[in-house]
């Protein structure tokens, strides 16, 4: 049994909503989405920064500096070190070319995101929201969004 999951994040990953614009954003997503009994919708704040990974949909992380690929082993035994207590920092040396960057600008394909904020759409019957569909998202939460669809 596999599930698919369609989360939406604010675009800078330390931002937080406060109560209120979280309720009125998750209103938006909802409407979204088909409305089906299988349809759950995850409202969560992260107390550290946590990744929002594309699972299975993930092909390639490319890297900013060198434009090399990035082994994928190596972004698994990231997240697996970090599942439990969050990212302290996104700063890290990149094993391809030793270049300082950040985490959330390497090039994944498919996306993948850190925040500390998250709305997530279980099974959501849907591909990728639109570009109308991200601004109206965006307009409830007062903070542009980024969205990463994963399959796990
Ligand atoms: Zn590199």
Not at 5 to 10: A, T
Not at 52 to 60: I, M, P
Not at 138 to 144: M, N, R
Request: aromatic residues 8%.
């Amino acid at each position: 049994m596999s599930d698919d999951v369609l989360s939406v994040i604010p675009a800078d990953p330390r931002w937080q909503p406060d109560q209120a614009a979280a309720d009125r954003t998750a209103a938006v997503v909802a409407g979204l989405v088909p409305r089906d009994e299988d349809v759950d919708i995850d409202v969560t704040w992260h107390e550290t920064l946590t990744v929002v990974d594309c699972g299975q949909n993930l092909e390639r992380i490319g890297c900013p500096q060198c434009g090399a690929s990035i082994d994928t082993e190596w972004w698994a035994d990231l997240l697996e070190a970090h599942c439990e207590s969050g990212f302290a920092t996104l700063a890290v040396e990149v094993p391809c070319c030793g270049a300082q960057s950040s985490l959330d600008s390497l090039d994944y394909d498919w996306p993948c995101g850190f925040a500390r904020f998250e709305i997530a759409v279980w099974n959501p019957e849907r591909a990728w929201l639109t570009d109308e569909e991200l601004t109206a998202v965006a307009d409830a939460l007062g903070h542009p969004v980024r969205q990463i669809l994963a399959h796990i």
